[in-house]
């Protein structure tokens, strides 16, 4: 059964950073594409970044261009997202998501994302 386990959440201070990660069970992540989302309070959920099978990254939202940055690592069988510069408005849980069975990132946020883990909480406050 594939499972996904975000950790890394927090509190953190408006222009501090924090990374979060996921790690996947269940299946050989190095041959899968795998992304980041976030959710805020009343908001919809949104699509941050993806990462494809061979390294190649595909951004969702402007709002976290050149602040955010995803990775992979396949012997850990995780991926990461390294937050900088974050603001009050980056507040949301954040979740990983597989697009299975894809290998490769789909170019935007879509239902194809149908596996989900079940989200870190991120609070950027004073």
């Known amino acids: 059964q594939v499972q996904l386990v975000e950790s890394g959440g927090g509190l953190v201070q408006p222009g501090g950073s924090l990374t979060v990660s996921c790690e996947v069970s269940g299946l050989k992540l190095r041959y899968y594409a795998i992304g980041w989302f976030r959710q805020a309070p009343g908001k919809g959920r949104e699509g941050i970044s993806c990462i494809s099978y061979d390294y190649g990254t595909t951004d969702y939202l402007d709002s976290v261009k050149g602040r955010f940055t995803i990775s992979r690592d396949n012997a850990k069988s995780t991926v990461s997202l390294q937050m900088n510069s974050l603001k009050p408005d980056d507040t949301a849980v954040y979740y990983c998501?597989?697009?299975?069975?894809?290998?490769?990132?789909?170019?935007?946020?879509?239902?194809?994302?149908?596996?989900w883990g079940q989200g870190t909480q991120v609070t950027v406050s004073s």
């Open positions: 998501a597989l697009p299975l069975p894809l290998e490769r990132c789909p170019p935007v946020f879509s239902d194809l994302f149908s596996k």
